[in-house]
């Protein structure tokens, strides 16, 4: 992939890439301020000073940018820093339009094709016109407060997708229901390897024989670097202290003499869901199988990883699967199997040139002749998709955008 890099201090608050590759941001410059940074030059164009400092950008339909601000009171911002409640909405030219204050602490918000669309802890997805002005609401039980994706769109037509009850419900740009579909139960016993506990192991950092004190010290640890509370801005947090979690049982049950095999939720959960043409979806879960999914809510298709964790797919523009993802493995249509680095979690693209897989650690390159190129990166780095070309985001304020058609990026980037 060819990599064009971007270096900006003081430090980046929260950034984001709109669907014409221009790279927002907002930093502290003697107050918070939001710029644009426009392909190809990348000229640096201040947009709005900010009455809030921002903690994630949103680039919503028509030119509107909303913000995830951090609490205007210092005694809220300490007791409740990884949730914000507040969201700034910010005109095309920069003026800002409105202050939205939501009831619950902010999940999720997601720009569709012509909403915005904010999930809130307690259980309620409310959508909004590009504007901020409230357009419906639908209540969802059960969902708690922590920054895991629970709500997909649609970016070219009107379909919303929840996950609640453990299925998904499809909506409409309206709010109506058009149907839903409930996972089906699973076994609650997974056999778990020799490979599997050496992985584990591998996951927190110790040796495959290490002793019950090791193993409860490392999960300590990697369970203070891993937990969601630390990184409320990281779509995968949960997904990665999932990891480190399952890594502890798996050593933790070997330790108590327990049966060989994993307890697993009765019910699966979603993790994903992607368009499969104009009325179908693919819908993943987080125990490792994925389903099509017709419009009237009925189950046409189904797969499974050979090892249960959360599966990510990659599914083509003809809404075609070409890739499903797990914890230690990467599954092509084909049939071939490309080994992943144990603890990722990756996010996939189907692009012309292969399949692409990111995660915070690195990227992976699936070349459609079979080659694989990987990419371990220095820095963990969050990711976004516009398109085909993936841009990688470091806290520290700089940032990498990927494109296609060439080798993967360095070890290093420049």
């Known amino acids: 992939m060819t990599v064009e890099s971007l270096t900006l201090r003081p430090i980046v608050r929260a950034w984001a890439v709109t669907s014409d590759h221009t790279v927002l941001v907002a930093r502290d410059m003697g107050g918070s301020e939001l710029a644009r940074l426009p392909a190809p030059n990348r000229e640096y164009l201040p947009l709005a000073q900010l009455p809030l400092p921002a903690q994630r950008i949103v680039a919503a339909p028509q030119g509107w940018i909303w913000l995830r601000c951090w609490p205007s009171q210092l005694a809220e911002r300490a007791s409740k820093r990884p949730f914000a409640r507040e969201l700034l909405v910010l005109s095309p030219a920069g003026e800002v339009g409105r202050l939205l204050t939501m009831e619950g602490v902010l999940v999720q918000t997601v ?21 901020g002005r409230r357009r419906w609401s639908h209540p969802v039980a059960g969902w708690p407060a922590t920054p895991e994706q629970r709500v997909w769109a649609d970016p070219e037509g009107g379909r919303v997708w929840v996950s609640e009850r453990g299925g998904v419900t499809e909506l409409d740009g309206e709010g109506a229901v058009r149907w839903s579909w409930e996972a089906p139960a699973v076994a609650a016993s997974d056999q778990v390897s020799e490979r599997r506990r050496s992985q584990a192991a591998q996951v927190l950092g110790i040796p495959a024989d290490a002793s019950p004190t090791q193993v409860r010290r490392a999960f300590r640890r990697r369970a203070k670097e891993t937990h969601p509370d630390h990184h409320p801005d990281e779509p995968d947090a949960a997904h990665r202290f999932r990891v480190v979690a399952q890594a502890y049982a798996v050593l933790i049950h070997q330790e108590r003499g327990a049966p060989d095999h994993l307890v697993v939720s009765d019910l699966l959960e979603v993790g994903g869901v992607w368009p499969a043409g104009p009325e179908r979806v693919w819908v993943a879960t987080r125990s490792g199988s994925w389903h099509l999914i017709d419009g009237e809510g009925r189950e046409l298709e189904d797969g499974r990883l050979r090892h249960r964790s959360p599966v990510t797919l990659a599914v083509n523009s003809s809404g075609e699967l070409v890739a499903a993802g797990g914890a230690d493995e990467l599954e092509l249509a084909d049939g071939r199997v490309v080994p992943v680095p144990a603890g990722w979690h990756c996010s996939l693209r189907a692009t012309g040139h292969g399949v692409v897989a990111h995660c915070r650690e690195g990227v992976l390159v699936v070349g459609e002749g079979g080659t694989v190129g990987q990419a371990n990166l220095q820095r963990p780095a969050r990711g976004e998709w516009v398109g085909d070309d993936l841009y990688l985001f470091c806290a520290e304020g700089d940032f990498w955008r990927l494109r296609p058609g060439s080798p993967p990026p360095p070890a290093s980037p420049p």
């Open 111 to 131: 720009a569709a094709a012509e909403l915005v669309l904010v999930a809130t802890s307690g259980g309620a997805l409310h959508a909004f016109f590009p504007d």
